[in-house]
């Protein structure tokens, strides 16, 4: 008998996403990327940093040899402009987008290898619960996921990520999304993105980082 319950969530799911994320941007680096990223307040420019950001530093909590349970690793973090991202990581703008996506490409690729290489036993700092390498390689997905989508619709892009790894990093940081709808609709909902029938878009949101139980 087959269980219904979707797999772990692994470093092979974060470069999938990323590469996904990257075959889909990278159609579009003629276009004006200081358009406004979706609902977001942030360009198209500053979300992809933002992205890039988040996956270094989720590789960052899980690196040092004794991780921090209770504070973030202490990059200096800086914003360009007031409102913008606090990044710790920024892009070259000589690069143009071609090198924005260069470095969201390598930022996933730290995370992937991290994930990869360190115990699964292993627990570090996150403001949504100290969490697992399986637990931040899904924060990273999910933000590569729908970070990639507000990006998509301020460049006119389609974009929609396989379902299988929608469902995976629902099942592992959303124990509480509504079900009846597809996985793809459901985790824009769940991170305030989409309405699903009877359902407005929630205002508040978040993920539960802490390690399932067995």
């Known amino acids: 008998m087959t269980s219904s319950t979707p797999g772990p969530v692994t470093a092979d799911d974060v470069t999938l996403a990323v590469r996904s994320a990257l075959a889909t941007l990278r159609t579009a680096t003629a276009s004006d990327w200081t358009v ?5 307040d942030w360009d198209c420019w500053e979300t ?6 988040d996956l270094f530093s989720y590789a960052a909590q899980l690196a040092p040899a004794d991780p921090p349970q209770d504070t973030h690793v202490p990059f200096g973090w800086a914003r360009k402009r007031p409102g913008g991202p606090a990044n710790a990581v920024t892009a070259d703008p000589e690069g143009g987008p071609a090198g924005l996506l260069q470095v ?7 995370l992937a290898a991290i994930v990869r290489t360190v115990p699964p036993t292993v627990r570090a700092h996150h403001v949504f619960g100290v969490s697992d390498p399986e637990g931040f390689a899904a924060m990273g997905v999910v ?4 970070h990639t989508h507000d990006v998509a619709t301020g460049l006119g892009l389609p974009w929609t990520p396989p379902a299988d790894l929608c469902a995976r990093v629902l099942h592992r940081l959303f124990p509480d999304a509504p079900t009846g709808a597809a996985p793809w609709p459901t985790l824009l909902h769940a991170t305030g993105r989409a309405d699903l029938p009877a359902r407005p878009r929630p205002t508040t949101w978040r993920w539960h980082g802490e390690p399932r139980p067995a």
């Not at 406004?36 to 977001?40: C, E, F, I, M, R």
């Open 36 to 40: 406004k990223a979706g609902s977001l």
């Open 48 to 53: 992809v940093e933002h992205l890039a950001d």
């Open 104 to 110: 969201l490409d390598a930022c996933g690729a730290m």
């Open 143 to 146: 933000e590569t996921l729908v």
